[in-house]
């Protein structure tokens, strides 16, 4: 379930406003899976050698996220600046229940020669789930950012945010040490941009951001990592085309995160343990979009990085080092609620541990079609052409979504 409210806004004048937006989502995940895995991490001569290990969950994810802010414009200088400040607030509840089951019939059982049938493995009987594990954490930011014109073609992008985050219980990756006082993690975080227009249709920009991410991941005897911090620097170019009808981006990145968790076994507890790493990633971005006729739009994006730690070796290969994307939606002249999209997402060969991966591609299509001003009601296909495919290569390798199909009911306040 996830309900949001429209934005109530107030117009303080002509040139600003403040604004008041509530959301909560009340998200949840059964998952039921079975993991083949190898005690020696290899296969005999004759492809047997596997063994199978069910697990199923239930997780209930609970949000509420509020935000308030004031935006406007203001002269100085003889220029036009803008402002923007403001608040939020998060918290956040994640429960888990883990399904039990016969582990005397069912646990660690020998799969035969890969590849195998779905059926290969019986399914438990699952019973209740007990629960496992819960988690609690409040985030508290407040922020201000302004834009402001050195000339009519020059322009100073400068902001700040500071961020306060309380949390208690069970990692979401590994456990916590039994009574381990969890300190609220607090930072100031800054950014800046540059950004001149070349022409009337040309636009370059330059920006640094500073990065703090808390980490959810636990070191080998359960204590939380502390909090990743690095920058990030980018610089673009930006070009509208035949009357704005087409606009192009090329992007250049370097991005510099230290001790960021890195997955390095499993601890004598049977849990997920992480080491900090210093990474950092550098690529380029190209997005293409452009009107087809008057109601159609394509996207084209391409993505390629590398990503490589302190000695300069590649790192995180389950990371596709290119990407491309497409998207294409329409809205229809003679039934204009009606919308309809389909996307593509196209990688590069990737690779774990365990497994490796070869380039592949997803299509997914969406439409929505609005039954009033407040009421929406969405259709999403996923995976249009059951692609197979696996994923999650980072700790072992899950298979993709077959083709599924989703119906929702989306409401306004």
């Not at 540059?194 to 951001?209: A, H, K, P, R, W």
């Not at 250049?252 to 390095?264: D, M, W």
């Not at 995180?316 to 809205?331: D, G």
Request: glycine content about 8%; charged content about 20%.
């Amino acid at each position: 379930m996830h309900l949001s409210s429209t934005p109530t806004a107030h117009s303080l004048s002509s040139d600003w406003e403040a604004k008041v937006t509530y959301n909560y989502r009340n998200a949840t995940d059964d998952t039921r899976l079975l993991y083949a895995y190898s005690s020696t991490n290899t296969l005999n001569d004759d492809n047997t050698g596997l063994y199978g290990w069910p697990y199923s969950s239930h997780t209930v994810t609970e949000n509420h996220l509020l935000d308030v802010n004031i935006s406007g414009y203001f002269q100085a200088f003889g220029q036009e600046h803008n402002l923007i400040a403001g608040g939020s607030y998060s918290h956040e509840n994640v429960d888990t229940d883990v399904n039990d089951y016969d582990t005397a019939i069912y646990l660690y059982l020998p799969l035969p020669a890969f590849p195998y049938l779905g059926n290969a493995y019986p399914e438990p009987q699952w019973y209740s789930g007990e629960p496992r594990s819960s988690s609690e954490q409040a985030l508290t930011r407040v922020y201000a950012a302004s834009r402001l014109s050195i000339t009519s073609r020059l322009k100073f992008i400068a902001g700040l945010n500071a961020s306060r985050l309380e949390r208690e219980g069970s990692s979401r990756y590994g456990s916590v040490v039994t009574n381990e006082s969890t300190p609220d993690t607090q930072e100031l975080s800054p950014y800046a941009g540059i950004t001149f227009d070349f022409t009337d249709n040309i636009l370059g920009y330059v920006s640094y951001s500073d990065i703090f991410l808390n980490q959810d991941q636990t070191d080998f005897d359960g204590h939380y990592l502390d909090p990743t911090k690095g920058v990030n620097i980018e610089a673009g170019i930006k070009a509208e085309w035949f009357d704005q009808k087409l606009l192009t981006t090329l992007a250049v990145f370097q991005l510099e995160q230290q001790r960021l968790a890195t997955y390095a076994g499993i601890n004598d507890d049977g849990e997920y343990y992480y080491v900090p790493m210093d990474v950092e990633s550098k690529g380029f971005e190209i997005e293409i979009t452009g009107r087809i006729g008057e109601h159609a739009k394509l996207t084209l994006g391409l993505t390629h990085l590398e990503i490589t730690d302190p000695n300069g070796d590649d790192i995180y290969e389950w990371v596709p080092r290119t990407t491309i994307n497409a998207l294409f939606s329409t809205r229809m002249p003679m039934l204009p609620e009606l919308k309809m999209r389909i996307s593509g997402r196209w990688q590069s060969d990737t690779k774990g541990d365990y497994a490796k991966q070869d380039a592949y591609m997803v299509v997914n299509g969406f439409a929505n079609y609005d039954l009033t001003e407040e009421t929406t009601v969405r259709v999403n296909i996923n995976n249009i052409f059951d692609e197979k495919y696996v994923g999650g290569l980072a700790y072992g390798a899950i298979y993709g979504e077959p083709t599924s199909v989703l119906v929702s009911l989306d409401y306004k306040f």
